[in-house]
């Protein structure tokens, strides 16, 4: 079984509408992370949190929230999709400690019309 | 705003031939990664960089932590067709802060 898994793996939706992404972790990780990815481009941090009560916002945060519901649960939502949104969703785990590994999900695609 | 400039965007080989791809940035890494993505699936970390000047294998691959601690690079030696994918270096300022900053990513095609 997959150690960090994403639901869904493909969903269309249309603008306006409010969507959740949700990973779960294995690995016993303190920490999740939210990235998208847009083609040509490398991964961009939306969300990270270091423990069940830390939430820090990434680089591009804004028309996202994200919801860390116990330590193998991270969610993403987008409250209101708009088109630019559409991209590749990924969640990754990582462990306190030196080495700066990051695990990664299989990765959402949403296409938002 | 992207940090990381990661060339070449794209490549295109013959089987059995060797790669060479390099990350740089205009600020210091203490850390440098290399992560694949197979097509739909999440990227898988190949090799992680720790101190400048460190050269790292992990069988075919190569990867090297310059002395500036503002570029890496990333060989991979007779390539064979599941080296397919697209390679992204990543860094991190801080060791240990594990908020990582990618580069573009490379994308190897292989005919064979």
């Known amino acids: 079984d997959a150690d960090v898994t994403q639901t869904p793996r493909n969903r269309i939706t249309k603008t306006g509408k409010r969507i959740m992404l949700e990973c779960s972790q294995t690995?016993?990780?303190?920490?999740m992370y939210w990235y998208r990815q847009d083609p040509g481009l490398g991964l961009q941090l939306i969300y990270y949190?270091?423990?069940?009560?830390?939430?820090n916002k990434g680089e591009i945060s804004d028309g996202y929230s994200v919801s860390r519901q116990a330590q193998a649960k991270f969610s993403l939502s987008l409250e209101s999709a708009i088109p630019n949104q559409t991209a590749l969703y990924f969640c990754a785990t990582s462990v306190t400690g030196n080495t700066d590994t990051q695990y990664f999900g299989p990765g959402t695609r949403l296409t938002v019309l | 705003g992207q940090q990381l400039n990661q060339s070449p965007q794209s490549m295109f080989i013959q089987e059995g031939e060797d790669v060479s791809m390099n990350c740089t940035s205009s600020s210091i890494f203490n850390t440098w990664l290399w992560y694949k993505q197979d097509p739909g699936e999440g990227p898988v970390l190949l090799i992680a960089?720790?101190?400048?000047?460190e050269l790292t294998s992990n069988g075919r691959l190569t990867a090297q932590f310059g002395i500036t601690r503002k570029d890496s690079f990333l060989n991979i030696s007779a390539s064979i067709p599941s080296d397919v994918g697209i390679y992204f270096c990543a860094g991190t300022k801080i060791q240990g802060a594990q908020k990582l900053v990618f580069g573009q990513g490379t994308r190897l095609t292989i005919n064979p």
């Open positions: 690995k016993g990780h303190d920490r």
């Open positions: 949190s270091f423990d069940v009560k830390d939430i």
């Open positions: 960089l720790y101190k400048a000047g």
